[in-house]
């Protein structure tokens, strides 16, 4: 029996693997099974579904549909770093953050990061590992995030510029803009 919502959600998926399922089925089915085994209504189904999406265990293959692929999870999982791989780069960094020099001696925790990230089709390998100190592994999450965010209103701001919606573009020019003066995702112009 599952233990939490979100593992009877996923437990659905397990069971019809590599369907594409439409959110409102699996939502019904989670809803009215956790009322017959709990008792209890189910809080946000929609949520626990995006988070099984967002660590891979769930593929997103249209609007509102997902798809379990036990083979594409199997993968996934073969690209986290083994503990020897870890050591090999942790050792070729000699065991410093990449970003701000720091080690274990300085009392910072160091960690494994994937220079490119694995659900951007990044792969457990030295060449793609790096030496990061947990704050500069977080602050990498957090960049990337502004990286995603900074796309999205340049994007708005071609569309606004494209249907001279000059209300949009001036937003959009004046977000853009504080990016500048930060110099957050300088990189993407
Ligand atoms: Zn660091």
């Known amino acids: 029996m599952a233990t939490s919502q979100a593992d009877l959600i996923l437990d659905y998926f397990k069971r019809n693997p590599n369907r594409p399922i439409p959110h ?5 089915w989670a809803t009215a099974e956790w009322e017959r085994l709990t ?15 967002q660590v891979g265990h769930l593929q997103k293959v249209g609007k509102g549909i997902y ?10 999982e073969l690209e986290d770093f083994s503990e020897q791989l870890r050591e090999e780069i942790f050792k070729r960094d000699n065991y410093r953050c ?7 001696e300085n009392g910072v925790e160091i960690q494994a990061d994937h220079i490119i990230p694995k659900d951007k089709g990044g792969h457990a390998t030295l060449e793609n590992g790096q030496t990061l100190c947990a704050s ?17 209103f340049l994007r708005l701001l071609k569309t606004a510029r494209a249907n ?6 001036a937003f ?6 504080v990016y500048d003066q ?4 300088s990189h993407i112009t």
């Open 182 to 185: 930060h110099g957050i995702d």
């Open 67 to 76: 798809l379990y692929d036990p083979n594409a999870v199997n993968i996934r």
């Open 24 to 28: 409102a089925e699996v939502v019904d």
């Open 172 to 177: 959009c020019e004046d977000i853009l803009r």
């Open 98 to 104: 990449v970003v701000c020099g720091l080690g274990r």
């Open 39 to 53: 008792g209890e209504k189910f809080r946000d189904p929609d949520r626990a579904i995006r988070r099984w999406h």
């Open 136 to 152: 500069h592994n977080f602050l990498k999450k957090n960049y990337n995030q502004t990286e995603l965010s900074k796309r999205i």
């Open 164 to 169: 001279s919606d000059e209300r949009m573009v």
